[in-house]
């Protein structure tokens, strides 16, 4: 099953490089945003370091929980498949997160 630990490792590798581009735009900053309203304002905002590590401690958790998720019978495509879906997922949640964030930031 290595093909799993690859996918997970190459996820949390690429949502920590996200954060850490972000981390030199925000400066300074306190607090950023982490929740915006229909209307576009944030909502409620966090500690800089929650804000940046929110999303990559979440993959951590959830890929190791999709790892170890599997029985030694299970088919390692399907496993595989999983992990990179899930990842996915992640990576396009991080991006929309820092889309928002920039947005914020700008404008």
Do not use: K
């Amino acid at each position: 099953m290595p093909t799993v630990y690859v996918f997970a490792v190459l996820t949390l590798v690429i949502l920590s490089c996200l954060s850490a581009l972000a981390g030199s735009w925000v400066g300074d900053l306190d607090r950023l945003p982490m929740q915006w309203g229909l209307n576009g304002q944030p909502t409620w905002y966090a500690p800089t370091w929650i804000a940046l590590g929110f999303i990559p401690a979440i993959g951590l958790i959830v890929m190791a929980t999709v790892a170890v998720s599997h029985g030694p019978g299970d088919d390692g495509s399907a496993v595989a498949r999983n992990m990179a879906t899930v990842g996915a997922i992640l990576i396009a949640a991080e991006v929309f997160y820092l889309f928002m964030l920039r947005r914020h930031l700008i404008g």
